[in-house]
């Protein structure tokens, strides 16, 4: 007997789980109470046991069909509620176009930045296992992040034990030259197993071996997918081949696959964001025992299992090693730093900050939905009642306005698509060109799979509420007051009232979150630069090592070059640098020695360090702060002499007359190798938002050669006319050298602000769309507030209210929302400013300027939306409010 109930309750255990409903839970108990009874009259386990066999395959059966019929009457259901909800949509073309246009622009726009977010956040750094791989810099108190000595970088490399493989590389563009018209090049020198560590294999050849870093051995090259095409026809026996790089032969021992990116920052400070060209072996050349200059990049692999703070503490232990051993490494230490996080650097804050913006004008939206659906419940109240007294259920109903909406917000949510996908192409173009990850923002799958899930969420989120709301309706009422018209209860008015001060509230935080950045962005425009970017043409060039081996030559080239160039037509002055500002080519920098001064314990004297030739701060217009220019006479069998920024005279001679002050590079030096300063220029900043400008000097070009170098032309007229001029004086000294990244300096300082303007302009563009928004959403409440006490305005005129009187009543009910919006829109945007400290420059969070002006914005456009309802309540009838009652 308890082994045949056992059997039952598996049995009605499996119908359980099944979910058929109650009626077959009742079958069942009708079979088990049966199956005893035949138990009790057959007295055998065995007959019952097969009785119930059968019975169980014939419930089985029956439990199909009806689960077929069920799914058919669910599925009928459904069909028969959107076929319903279509109708109620196309009788109302105007009430569906305004509300799914609504819902289309904010879905669009969070769609549109998601994109963004997904390209440039979500998705994966394409190198394998990319967790793993870190940047590699050190640090001290005046430098928070700076480059490697190429020698501590090879003690790293054979001392850590972190790491399962070590790399550096750092910038060098080269000129190929031989095989058509010369091209410069951007590329990286980078130490054996680069590629090793990045997790990539070159798709022909190989990478670098540790001989390559040998000084003479390192005549190799890997190409780019796109140079190895485009130069080379992607000949397949391009391995093996010598080319001609730097007027040196060089051997291509390996070609990357296409999309290989750089990892790291550098890469975007290249021009044009054209990407990486080809690859050359670091050689370590030099005294390992000077370890003062600093130019190189690391990047490692940690081993399986090692995390960040483990490896951090075995790098600084390393480094406090190499401190006593070598003077010039005491007192820094070592930082590591993801490589996602290196790449996205601040543009995650950023787009963080645009993902908040959309998702206030997406919940904007919703609550203007919500409104409108509460005024369309309002008017089919008669309808609603009428299928409430007929004994629809209340569920159902719910069911029937939840499809509607959700219908409204898939409509939107396809047309919100359309929308993101012509906003993410003008976005990208608007991106700046060091904008990380710009080439992997698309909308892709994800992009798609997250419009449905936000269309579906928001659907549900304005669809709801109203549609709870109608469910409660009173039939008995609704058919009393017959055509009377219809009635708000006190529940329906304060969630409207709500929705409206929620809409005001976003609103007015996004305004002035839009206003700190545009007083951010103002004030880098007006920031002085430090030099005067009109009329000004930048250019670079880069003499070849092996052609140019004498550095009196590289000197004489320049010199020839800027004096030709300054004396052509419609030029006022022509120079060259080592670099131009604004361009992230200024990282050099080392320690030195000042005469008469001890540097602080543990740290050294520390600057940037430039080239210049004698007219190259005339051009750029940076101005003379005591002493003099370089001059002609500063060749290189004359005296050393330098050129200090007022930055470097207030750090190491404060209160003194620097004119005539000497420093040096040497650690026993001679009269030869002290340099003494013999002018003084204004400062000028890494960037715009930089906090100060960095100490920095410059030697003149004759007496530190250097063969790359930036051409300053300043002309008289548009510089643009100079481009060819500029090409041909430089084809004219030397036919095979390429001129390249010819630029104006006012296009410089343009991209210099271009990432504080985007974000402005999109945050500014969601505010605007929200405020409108706001203003639509606070006209319909009290549009709607109007139309409901038309009868009421019309008793007060007849029992002698005046018709300001009305205005005035109207007015103070928009008030009471609009200022309720906005205190507490000002208290929310108090908590949540500190998000944009990162992104504004010399404005306080909390400026008040901003936070009252927009409050006042807010609170005028807001009653003036509520003006015109208003003046509509006035027009009232008394007459006709006493027919009605």
Same mark, same amino acid.
């Given at each position: 007997m308890e082994t045949v109930l056992r059997l039952l309750r598996k049995l009605k255990l499996l119908v359980f789980r099944e979910k058929f409903g109650r009626d077959l839970e009742e079958e069942m108990v009708f079979h088990r109470e049966q199956a005893e009874k035949d138990l009790q009259a057959d007295g055998t386990a065995a007959d019952t046991a097969r009785i119930l066999v059968r019975r169980q395959f014939g419930n089985q059966t029956r439990l199909k069909e009806q689960s077929h019929e069920m799914v058919g009457f669910a599925f009928e259901s459904v069909l028969q509620d959107v076929r319903y909800a279509l109708r109620q949509l196309g009788a109302n073309r105007s009430f569906t176009a305004v509300i799914v246009l609504t819902l289309?622009?904010?879905?669009?726009?969070?769609?549109?930045?998601?994109?963004?977010?997904?390209?440039?956040?979500?998705?994966?750094?394409?190198?394998?296992?990319?967790?793993?791989l870190v940047r590699i810099f050190l640090t001290s108190p005046e430098y928070p992040k700076f480059p490697l000595n190429p020698f501590d970088f090879r003690d790293f490399r054979t @001392?850590?034990?972190?790491?399962?493989?070590?790399?550096?590389?750092? @910038?060098?563009?080269?000129?190929?030259?031989? %095989?058509?018209?010369?091209?410069?090049?951007?590329? +990286?020198?980078?130490?054996?197993?680069?590629?090793?560590?990045?997790? !990539?294999?070159? /798709?022909?050849?190989?990478?670098?071996?540790?001989?390559?870093?040998?000084?003479?051995?390192?005549?190799?090259v890997i190409l780019s997918d796109r140079i190895w095409r485009t130069r080379f026809a992607a000949a397949p026996d391009i391995i093996g081949r010598k080319i001609t790089l730097n007027a040196q032969p060089f051997t291509v021992i390996g070609v990357m696959p296409a999309g290989v990116e750089h990892p790291g920052n550098e890469y975007h400070s290249l021009p044009y964001g054209e990407g990486i060209d080809v690859w050359w072996p670091f050689s370590f050349a030099g005294d390992p025992a000077q370890r003062g200059s600093h130019y190189i990049e690391g990047i490692g692999r940690l081993k399986n299992g090692v995390t960040l703070s483990q490896a951090l503490s075995e790098m600084n232990a390393l480094m406090t090693q190499l401190g006593r051993e070598h003077t010039n490494d005491a007192g820094w230490r070592v930082m590591l730093i993801p490589l996602y996080q290196e790449i996205v650097g601040n543009s995650r804050r950023m787009l963080m900050v645009l993902l908040g913006a959309v998702a206030m004008v997406l919940l904007i939206a919703c609550a203007n939905a919500a409104n409108l659906l509460l005024a369309r419940a309002a008017t089919r109240q008669r309808e609603i009642a009428v299928r409430l007294s007929l004994g629809a259920p209340r569920r159902r109903l719910v069911r029937q306005l939840l499809t509607e909406s959700l219908l409204i917000a898939l409509l939107g949510g396809g047309l919100g698509v359309a &929308?993101?996908?012509?906003?993410?192409?003008?976005?990208?173009?608007?991106?700046? #060109?060091? +904008?990380?990850?710009?080439?992997?923002?698309?909308?892709?799958?994800?992009?798609?799979?997250?419009?449905? &899930?936000?269309?579906?969420? %928001?659907?549900?989120?304005?669809?709801?509420?109203?549609?709870?709301?109608?469910? @409660?309706?009173?039939?008995?009422?609704?058919?009393?007051?017959?055509?009377?018209?219809?009635?708000?209860?006190?529940?329906?008015?304060?969630?409207?009232?709500?929705?409206?001060?929620?809409?005001?509230?976003?609103?007015?935080?996004?305004?002035?979150?839009?206003? !700190?950045?545009?007083?951010?962005?103002?004030?880098?425009?007006?920031?002085?630069?430090?030099?005067?970017?009109?009329?000004?043409?930048? #250019?670079?060039?880069?003499?070849?090592?092996?052609?140019?081996?004498?550095?009196? *030559?590289?000197?004489?080239?320049?010199?020839?070059?800027?004096?030709?160039?300054?004396?052509?037509p419609g030029v006022q002055s022509a120079g060259a640098g080592s670099d131009v500002p604004w361009t992230g080519y200024d990282e050099n920098a080392g320690g030195f020695t000042i005469e008469g001064k001890q540097p602080p314990p543990h740290q050294e004297?520390? /600057?940037?360090?430039?080239? *210049?030739?004698?007219?190259? +701060?005339? /051009?750029?217009g940076i101005p003379l702060v005591g002493g003099r220019f370089f001059t002609e006479a500063d060749k290189a069998n004359a005296p050393s002499v330098v050129i200090i920024n007022r930055a470097m005279a207030e750090l190491y001679w404060p209160h003194e007359d620097v004119v005539g002050k000497r420093f040096t590079y040497a650690d026993k030096p001679k009269e030869?190798?002290?340099? %003494?300063?013999?002018?003084?220029?204004?400062?000028?900043?890494?960037?715009?938002?930089?906090?100060?400008? %960095?100490?920095?000097?410059?030697?003149?070009?004759?007496?530190?050669?250097?063969?790359?170098?930036? !051409?300053v032309v300043r002309a008289q007229g548009d510089p643009q006319l100079l481009v060819d001029t500029v090409r041909n004086e430089a084809a004219k000294l030397d036919p095979t050298l390429a001129v390249a990244d010819i630029r104006l300096m006012d296009q410089i300082a343009d991209s210099s602000v271009a990432t504080p303007r985007l974000a402005f302009v999109l945050v500014g563009s969601f505010a605007a769309l929200a405020i409108l928004l706001a203003m639509i959403g606070t006209y319909g409440v009290i549009s709607y507030s109007v139309n409901q006490r038309s009868t009421e305005f019309g008793l007060r005129m007849a029992l002698g209210a005046?018709?300001?009187?009305?205005?005035?009543?109207?007015?103070?009910? *928009? #008030?009471?929302?609009?200022? *309720?919006?906005?205190?507490?829109?000002?208290v929310l945007a108090l908590a949540l400013a500190r998000l944009l400290q990162n992104l504004i420059y010399e404005v306080s969070p909390s400026d008040p300027e901003t936070f009252a002006a927009v409050g006042l914005?807010?609170?005028l456009v807001a009653m003036l939306a509520c003006y015109i309802p208003a003046r509509r309540a006035m027009r009232a009838e008394p007459m006709a409010a006493l027919r009605a009652e």
């Open positions: 289309a622009l904010s879905i669009g726009a969070n769609s549109a930045i998601f994109s963004v977010i997904q390209g440039v956040l979500l998705k994966p750094l394409p190198y394998p296992e990319a967790q793993r @001392r850590n034990h972190s790491f399962e493989s070590l790399a550096a590389f750092t @910038r060098g563009d080269v000129q190929l030259s031989g %095989t058509g018209e010369a091209e410069r090049l951007y590329g +990286f020198g980078v130490t054996a197993g680069y590629f090793h560590v990045l997790g !990539l294999k070159p /798709a022909l050849g190989r990478e670098f071996d540790r001989l390559a870093e040998v000084p003479g051995n390192g005549l190799q &929308l993101a996908m012509a906003g993410v192409k003008m976005l990208v173009a608007l991106l700046p #060109a060091d +904008f990380p990850r710009a080439h992997d923002i698309r909308v892709s799958i994800p992009v798609f799979a997250f419009t449905f &899930l936000v269309s579906i969420a %928001t659907g549900i989120l304005f669809g709801l509420a109203p549609a709870l709301q109608a469910s @409660r309706t009173d039939p008995r009422q609704s058919l009393h007051e017959g055509g009377r018209g219809t009635t708000v209860s006190g529940r329906q008015r304060r969630l409207r009232n709500a929705l409206v001060v929620s809409e005001v509230s976003l609103a007015c935080i996004l305004l002035i979150g839009a206003g !700190l950045m545009l007083r951010s962005l103002l004030n880098l425009i007006r920031v002085d630069p430090g030099f005067q970017q009109e009329h000004v043409l930048t #250019a670079s060039l880069s003499l070849p090592h092996e052609k140019y081996k004498d550095e009196g *030559a590289v000197g004489k080239f320049y010199d020839r070059l800027v004096t030709t160039l300054g004396s052509a004297f520390h /600057a940037r360090y430039h080239r *210049a030739t004698p007219d190259y +701060f005339r /051009a750029l030869k190798d002290w340099m %003494t300063v013999v002018g003084v220029v204004g400062n000028v900043k890494d960037q715009p938002n930089s906090p100060g400008a %960095t100490p920095a000097f410059w030697w003149p070009n004759l007496q530190q050669p250097d063969g790359d170098m930036s !051409l005046q018709r300001r009187d009305v205005l005035r009543l109207v007015l103070l009910q *928009a #008030a009471v929302l609009v200022l *309720a919006g906005t205190a507490s829109g000002v914005i807010v609170v």
